[in-house]
């Protein structure tokens, strides 16, 4: 029989088709994920940190089978690391999925950590009890055993809490039942963002909840760079005790993003409960009430009946909502009678904006859902006092206007309705009434400095009498804790603070503050409380003991305003906020913050160096001065270089490596970069753009390395100092300047307890490095000085929260809103001395005294440290750090010496000494891109120049005498006489943000995206279509959607030179000069080289 060789043909391709799919489908990759699929169906953890011991490679990649795993493989041999991390990197996933070396006995996390731990393999692993050590509550280990697993579970806490609801739960009494909670002195995980969008406008986090450990918030991610920009509210999830991220969910329209401090309508904290493995949020500023799977973020159900919901309450089977009032008033400024601008006054706008949205006494809706099939329970038609809504397994209690009434949770029918009780008269939009259910008892404050506390039973009146008043432009304390009734301590915030019997309102305790202070306005959110923790956001944040009858003050840390902090699962949640107080020693991001230390987990290391195959390698001469060899050109990190780069310039190559890049450094004909969030060096051809070698570390690498001769060195968020052979990247060796092997979870990544920044400062045959995160946390920070050559220790300083002349709390240093560094960055140095942002260092790595500090015998502190910025050791440094790319609005770089904190000191030193959102300086001037002098303090939109002016300042002539004045009846504080003024060279415009600037030669270069919008005019025609357009071009501008341009300035006069159109824009600070050659690294993961025409 004859076979058509069309049929033969098709048959031949269908065998090699299912011979290639069961090759694909046995592939190792393949294998991998089979057995990923199974472990994850095995330990029914879905999704956070998971730690893999054994067969890691392939193995470990395949574990991360979706976004909400984050995974480290761990093993006791080099070589099998090293594999790993090749294998995964050629994956492209390395970075949510890393690899480390462990000792085989312990492991390096800190103690709650994980999520998941998989045993699988033949490698060494620590027993039982360390495995229990490190899971966090709920977490899961599976240990391999025969064909099947061992599977442990980590038992929930007694000792811990949840926190569901903005005030606990839906008794509204804000006390967390958690044992651990303590003053704090360790950090656990860190996230970002580090700063909220803006201090004058709309708090970019409403609420904060946690159940199941997890942690839920709902955040305006929109861009930093103005708040006029478009927002993007989100609801976020992250895990509860790594604070990796699970999920997000868009929020088309919230509260608008120009609302004016202080900094929102009091009720939107109340729109997000989590309850179990549920979350119930409103997601729209008019939209009903939403069921989302915790777990996943997938939207359940809704619950049409709840629309318009303004505050949400779930517990004992009921959903509980006060919906159906009148729509949310948007807010938009005023304008004047021309119709073209706005009211800027800040003080007047916040005023109008809480005065029109108070509440309106308009009828609303009570509505209770039964959870189970969501059914409609009942509703119940009222006046709702705003926030006084609370409820018992039998009881919905509220205050209705005039008085407080009680309904059965079960029918909705009115069970009592109380005497009238006073409240305030007016209801502002920024307070509200705080009603609280604890025991047999009903306890109310109307934010009038009363209270009243009557029976849950029948509502009759138990006592009334005095409250101390709190907060600032939030609703008032009221607390049961300890058996106690607190509200806010007495005299401006100092104490004493008085807890009564909430039975009969007699005092029972008084604890005094019993340390000095400066005390500032209660933060702009409420108090929250332990059963023996007050924990009060006054200057920062002071945990009253009142067990001990003691105050703990931490200026060091505080929240967001609107919403605050949350206390949960043994830890404090402290959010990213837009504060300047104390702006180089407090914390920013989201942290979670605990008692103890790190220092007391991890044992010491018995080795700290340990050298690689390529120790004996000789170290080499030093840098060309053609090129670019330490993060910004030297040590005073001027970005400046003598040689020359040609004003016409084109493209010469172009390198795409993909994911976020670092800063860019040069020398020997090479590029130097390090891909962040893979942990890579990586080498590239200056000439042609072809790759070198990469080098991978144990953690990231956020800033580019420094090349001293023949050697590279940079340090890794592992803690370590790494040094390699610049001719191949061979390791030559790696210190530990991190006092311990000790690691959390920060920004979704395993990093050490104590980061290393990556641009380490070496000079004179000496390396200088920074291991930290805060001289408040986890013992302080390490500040190490190493052998260039043989990485041997030359010295080390631990830099913790004493201060160095007196051993007493840095704290005792502050003045005002300001108080010395705890914060580490990058080091610079002049020849002289080191500095660490504002603080010096002698080249040994000691301070001989914490700066800032206030002069004496002036009476504005405050202007006198801001005025203050002639000297010898000025220097360039940004208060919030080299590194921060944010644009924070209270912050900028400056040529100087201080730069005083607090509402009223962080525009000073602007006004005093050249600054701008980032500079360089050659030996006689300062060239920066920076606001114009008229824009520092009470402004949103703003507009920057390109200016040049004299490194030195002008010193001024002393005053003429003016014929004595008598004396004012009332000592005010002035401004300090004015002895020295900036020296302006010249200032022009330019059409672009600067994102980066250098100067090579005769010529500036400023790189960024465009700047498409004018902010005064699109905030003075707010609202109207044509500013609508400006400021959507410009966000899209600032992400990369417009392209960019590089624009050649002549330093001398400011005249433009050229204008080159580039791709997309540079990362902050990514642009280099060398060997006539310009260097960017771009926000798209690629390296540009630009050659003369």
């Known amino acids: 029989m004859n076979i058509p060789a069309s049929l033969i043909a098709c048959a031949l391709a269908t065998v090699h088709l299912a011979l290639g799919s069961a090759a694909v489908a046995n592939s190792p990759r393949a294998q991998a994920q089979r057995w990923a699929e199974g472990v994850h169906a095995a330990a029914g953890v879905s999704g956070g940190f998971v730690v893999h011991i054994g067969n890691i490679g392939e193995r470990t990649a395949a574990l991360r089978t979706c976004d909400r795993y984050y995974v480290q493989g761990l093993s006791p041999r080099e070589e099998n690391v090293r594999a790993a991390r090749d294998a995964i990197q050629s994956l492209g996933c390395y970075g949510p999925v890393t ?87 360790r950090v656990r995980w860190t ?170 006494e308009s009828e609303q809706v009570i509505v209770a859902v039964n959870l189970d099939d969501g059914s409609q329970r009942w509703q119940h038609k009222t006046k709702v006092t705003p926030l006084s809504v609370a409820a018992t397994a039998s009881n919905v209690v509220y205050h209705d206007g005039d008085a407080i009434v009680s309904l059965d949770l079960a029918t909705g029918k009115l069970r009592w309705t109380s005497a009238p009780v006073a409240r305030r008269r007016a209801i502002l939009q920024s307070t509200g009434v705080t009603l609280v259910l604890y025991d047999d008892l009903v306890l109310f404050t109307g934010d009038d400095g009363k209270i009243t506390v009557l029976s849950v039973e029948d509502g009759k009146q138990v006592w009334a009498g005095d409250h101390p008043t709190s907060g600032h432009y939030c609703p008032q304390d009221l607390l049961v804790a300890g058996g106690l009734v607190w509200g806010g301590p007495a005299d401006h915030n100092r104490g004493p603070i008085t807890g009564k019997d909430p039975r009969t309102g007699i005092p029972k305790v008084e604890i005094p503050c019993d340390q000095e202070s400066y005390w500032f306005h209660q933060r702009c959110y409420r108090s929250r409380a332990t059963e023996r923790y007050l924990i009060r956001p006054v200057t920062g944040t002071e945990f009253v003991d009142i067990e001990q009858k003691q105050w703990h003050l931490h200026h060091w840390f505080r929240s967001v305003c609107l919403f605050g902090f949350t206390p949960a699962n043994g830890m404090i949640y402290q959010t990213p906020h837009p504060c300047a107080c104390y702006i180089e020693a407090k914390l920013t991001g989201f942290n979670a913050l605990a008692a103890g230390s790190a220092l007391e987990e991890a044992p010491t290391p018995a080795v700290r160096l340990q050298k690689g195959a390529a120790y004996d390698s000789p170290r080499g001469a030093g840098p060309s001065a053609a090129d670019w060899p330490t993060y910004r050109h030297d040590p005073a990190r001027s970005s400046c270089t003598p040689a020359k780069a040609p004003t016409k310039l084109t493209q010469a190559w172009s390198r795409k490596l993909g994911g976020k890049l670092s800063r860019l450094t040069a020398a020997n004909g090479k590029i130097y970069v390090a891909a962040v969030d893979r942990h890579t060096v990586h080498t590239i051809d200056a000439a042609t753009g072809e ?3 990469s080098f991978s570390a144990g953690g990231r690498i956020d800033s580019p390395p420094t090349i001293d001769g023949a050697r590279v060195y940079f340090g890794s968020h592992d803690g370590f100092v790494y040094c390699l052979r610049e001719q191949d990247g061979a390791l030559v060796w790696k210190f530990l300047a991190a006092p311990r092997e000790a690691v959390l979870v920060a920004d979704d990544q395993p990093e050490s307890v104590w980061p290393v920044h990556g641009s380490v400062l070496v000079r004179d045959n000496t390396v200088y490095a920074v291991a930290g995160r805060s001289m408040y946390l986890d013992g302080g920070v390490w500040l190490v000085r190493l052998d260039a050559t043989s990485g041997e220790l030359l010295g080390e300083v631990v830099h913790d929260h004493r201060d160095p002349e007196t051993q007493k709390d840095l704290i005792s240093r502050h003045g005002h809103l300001t108080m010395p560094v705890a914060l580490p960055d990058i080091l610079s140095c002049d020849g002289e001395s080191l500095y660490m942002r504002s603080q010096q260092f002698g080249l040994d790595g000691r301070r001989e005294k914490a700066t800032p500090q206030m002069p004496e015998g002036t009476r504005n502190g405050t202007l006198a440290l801001g005025a203050d910025q002639a000297g010898a050791d000025r220097h360039i440094f940004c208060p919030s750090g080299f590194l921060d790319d944010t644009w924070f609005h209270r912050a900028y770089w400056i040529y100087g010496r201080h730069f005083p904190g607090g509402a009223g000191g962080w525009p000073v030193a602007g006004n005093y000494t050249p600054a701008g959102r980032i500079l360089a300086c050659d030996e006689n001037r300062v060239y920066g891109y920076g606001r114009q002098s008229s824009m520092y303090q009470w402004r949103t939109p703003l507009a920057y120049h390109l200016y040049a002016a004299g490194r030195d300042l002008i010193k001024l002539p002393p005053p003429k005498k003016r014929p004595a004045q008598p004396k004012p009846k009332r000592k005010r504080a002035t401004r300090p006489r004015k002895t020295h003024e900036i020296d302006f060279h010249w200032s022009t415009d330019v059409d672009v943000h600067a994102r980066a600037l250098l100067l090579a030669g005769d010529t500036l270069f400023v790189a960024g995206p465009p700047a498409l919008a004018d902010e005064i005019r699109a905030f003075e025609n707010w609202g109207r279509a044509e500013a609508d357009k400006q400021l959507v071009a410009q966000a899209e501008a600032i992400t990369g959607k417009r392209g960019a341009r590089l624009i050649a300035v002549n330093k001398h006069d400011g005249s433009k030179l050229s204008e080159t159109e580039l791709p997309a824009p540079p990362v902050f600070d990514g642009m280099i000069a060398a060997r006539e050659c310009l260097y960017l690294a771009t926000i798209d993961g690629r390296i540009v080289c630009l050659a003369g025409e």
């Not at 692993?125 to 579970?153: N, T």
């Not at 159900?301 to 318009?308: H, L, S």
């Not at 509980?320 to 800027?344: F, H, L, W």
């Open 99 to 185: 690899v480390a070396h462990c000792d085989g006995q312990r492991l390096p996390h800190i103690t709650e950590l994980v999520n998941l731990v998989v045993v699988d393999g033949t490698d060494p692993v620590p027993d039982e009890a360390e495995i229990q050590r490190v899971l966090a509550p709920h977490g899961v280990a599976l240990i391999r055993s025969g064909d099947g697993w061992k599977r442990i579970v980590k038992p929930w806490p007694k000792a811990i809490d949840e926190w569901t609801h903005y005030l606990y739960d839906p008794s509204n009494n804000a006390v967390a039942k958690d044992e651990r909670i303590a003053p704090p002195r």
């Open 691 to 693: 790759p070198g070698w």
């Open 191 to 360: 996230a970002g963002p580090l700063w909220t969008r803006h201090h004058d406008r709309m708090a970019s986090i409403s609420s904060v909840v946690s159940a199941g450990g997890r942690l839920f918030y709902i955040m305006d991610e929109g861009p930093h760079h103005s708040p006029l920009l478009p927002s993007q509210w989100r609801v976020v999830a992250r895990d509860a005790f790594n604070g990796s991220l699970l999920w997000k969910r868009d929020i088309p329209d919230w509260a608008h993003r120009i609302y004016p401090f202080k900094s929102g309508p009091a009720r939107v904290p109340r729109r997000l409960v989590a309850v179990g493995d549920r979350l119930y949020t409103t997601l729209g500023i008019t939209a009903p009430v939403s069921e989302i799977d915790a777990a996943t973020g997938d939207v359940l159900r809704g619950f049409p009946d709840t629309v318009g919901t303004e505050e949400i309450l779930v517990g004992h089977g009921c959903l509980i909502t006060v919906a159906g009032g009148p729509p949310p008033k948007p807010y938009s400024p005023v304008r004047t009678s021309d119709g073209e601008t706005v009211a800027q006054n800040l003080g007047v706008e916040r005023d109008r904006a809480i005065l029109e949205g108070q509440w309106t």
